[in-house]
């Protein structure tokens, strides 16, 4: 079963302006992390924003917020005050329990495009 | 920052051959992880290794290999190519934090291309 789910295959924002990537999760543990990944055409995989599930706060990283809704298991990524370069693909991931369980679930990805 | 370092960035080669990619970790960063990620795909997890011991294994084939060494550098090994191992393989590296999940930090890829 897919564990994470973006549905948006492709989104578009005006320069500037704010975007939101969605992201719904599954699992049926307590404990669970939750990143957000770029991927520009270059191909690289560059790391942007975790929440852990026990963290109260919604996290944030500049420019990047995480909202996080535990209870309709969704974290879903604003961009607030988009560039051109941030136009890219966009994976949510999770990974679950605590230390050994390595396996981290990557969603399909959302692509997008920033119009200037 | 020093970040994840893979080689080569890109390999091709021709069916039934062999290939080894390489991957040097942060610095300090104890577990290692690899990632392959078809055209149009998301990144599919494949195995990692803590403290140079293997400590999960993924969707593998069994024509792979991988270990980390004693300077935690790793190296996945190929042999049998197929056409279809043609992707995008990652690295990526992380430190463990006591109870809070460790983030991943990704390397540039290697782009195989299998003939």
């Known amino acids: 079963a897919q564990k994470i789910t973006q549905t948006q295959p492709g989104m578009f924002v005006q320069e500037k302006e704010a975007v939101t990537l969605d992201c719904t999760y599954d699992?049926?543990?307590?404990?669970?992390?939750l990143f957000w990944y770029k991927q520009p055409s270059s191909g690289e995989m560059i790391f942007l924003i975790y929440q852990g599930s026990y963290d109260e706060q919604n996290a944030t990283e500049g420019r990047y917020s995480l909202n996080f809704q535990k209870a309709r298991k969704s974290a879903n990524l604003v961009i607030s005050a988009s560039q051109l370069g941030d136009s890219a693909m966009y994976f949510c991931?999770?990974?679950?329990?605590?230390?050994?369980?390595?396996?981290?679930?990557f969603g399909a990805g959302t692509r997008l495009t920033v119009k200037p | 920052a020093a970040g994840v370092i893979q080689s080569p960035r890109h390999l091709i080669k021709e069916k039934r051959e062999t290939a080894t990619l390489k991957c040097y970790p942060i610095p300090r960063h104890d577990t290692v992880y690899w990632y392959q990620q078809g055209p149009g795909q998301d990144p599919q997890f494949l195995i990692s290794f803590y403290e140079k011991m293997q400590s999960d294994k993924g969707s593998i084939p069994d024509r792979f290999s991988a270990q980390q060494f004693s300077d935690y550098h790793s190296e996945l090994n190929m042999s049998s190519l197929e056409l279809g191992d043609s992707a995008l393989y990652f690295c990526a590296s992380s430190a463990r934090q006591g109870a809070r999940l460790e983030t991943q930090y990704f390397g540039p890829g290697t782009r195989l291309l299998v003939l």
């Open positions: 991931a999770m990974r679950e329990g605590l230390g050994n369980n390595n396996d981290m679930r």
């Open positions: 699992t049926s543990d307590q404990s669970y992390g």
